[in-house]
């Protein structure tokens, strides 16, 4: 079954202008651009959006589970890189 | 629930949505088939959003042939309760879905035809079916786009996926003439601003499909025989299993709903 299995793409959709992509899944297709078509199928069928994204998944670097500690623990006791130190003026609106 | 008796002939208006009816019902009932049995899920679910497409047509088409008719019959009424010969469909709708070859050939060669007609009918001085055109409209270029792409990569794919390509492309060839035969009643409500007088839709029709078998590498099908009579009642001998199918659950359970 392996070998006539399709390639797997990850999907990211818009979910209306102004927003970004946002992965929501993945799926199998031959090639990218029924990937896209399959994307439209299984992820937009209830207007959820107005762009996609695939991605083929063997493209994607991830970081690896191993190098977690490494990666992001030095981050967690160093809150002096969180803007929480000065305060917000009442006429500021969208921060 | 009253069965009308055959020889009481329809308005030809609600005739007319009959046919465009019965063509997106029964299409809908043959793309269902497939759901669980596509190459891959995707693929399943590709097949049955064409399927509820087809389907949401089909019952806005006989709901109104009902309306247009005046005798009481509901959407259910006529898809589940008409006997064989009051189905006005197209031959090539009910023929049976094959192997995917033969389903993407027949879905290239109908929804082809469907876009055409539907375009035109959007502009229909009927309003209703003016509107029910105007929505399904970009539905229908979906599902012609979808058999489009499977065409391409089937025809100029490995030498069996041509192979079988080019087979599907066979086993439809003889109900293509049927689509755009057309007849007095059609031609009159075309006259009207209803209807869509369909031979006008063929040149477009062999355009279209000509560039896609071009550019799949594949032979243009030649057939040695034409269908016809899908109109008038007249159907294949795969039509009744396909009724049974459908209608079983309703006749089993008369009134029943969810």
């Known amino acids: 079954m392996s070998e006539r299995d399709w390639p797997l793409f990850e999907v990211f959709v818009r979910s209306r202008r102004g927003l970004s992509h946002v992965h929501v899944g993945s799926l199998h297709a031959p090639d990218a651009e029924m990937a896209v078509r399959n994307a439209r199928d299984v992820y937009t069928r209830r207007n959820e959006g107005v762009s996609i994204w695939v991605v083929p998944t063997a493209a994607v670097i991830a970081s690896s589970p191993d190098e977690k500690d490494t990666f992001f623990d030095p981050a967690g006791d160093k809150a002096y890189r969180h803007p929480t130190f000065y305060d917000i003026p009442a006429e500021v609106q969208h921060l | ?258």
């Open chain 2, 1 to 258: 629930m009253s069965a009308v008796p055959l020889d009481v002939p329809l308005p030809p208006l609600a005739t007319y949505a009959l046919r465009l009816g019965d063509d997106a019902l029964i299409l809908a009932q043959r793309m269902g088939e497939w759901i669980a049995s596509a190459p891959q899920i995707e693929e399943d679910v590709a097949l049955g959003n064409i399927a509820l497409d087809l389907l949401g047509q089909a019952r806005t088409l006989l709901t109104y042939a009902g309306e247009v008719e005046g005798a009481g019959r509901s959407e259910d009424d006529l898809a589940y309760l008409r006997e064989e010969r009051a189905f006005l469909n197209l031959h090539i709708v009910e023929q049976p879905g094959g192997d995917f070859g033969v389903t993407m050939a027949r879905l290239l060669f109908f929804s082809t035809y469907q876009l055409g007609l539907y375009d035109r009918l959007q502009h229909s001085s009927d309003p209703t079916l003016a509107g029910v055109a105007g929505k399904a409209v970009k539905e229908v270029a979906y599902h012609r786009d979808h058999a489009t792409q499977w065409v391409l990569r089937l025809g100029d794919g490995t030498q069996e996926s041509h192979r079988r390509m080019q087979a599907g492309l066979a086993a439809m060839a003889p109900f293509v003439d049927e689509m755009f035969t057309g007849d007095g009643l059609e031609q009159s409500l075309s006259s009207a601003g209803v209807a869509v007088d369909v031979p006008t839709l063929r040149e477009e029709w062999d355009r279209y499909v000509g560039s896609v078998l071009r550019e799949a590498t594949l032979e243009p099908p030649e057939t040695t025989w034409t269908a016809r009579g899908g109109r008038r009642g007249i159907h294949s001998e795969h039509f009744g299993h396909l009724l049974a199918q459908l209608q079983h659950l309703h006749r089993s359970h008369p009134g029943a709903s969810w």
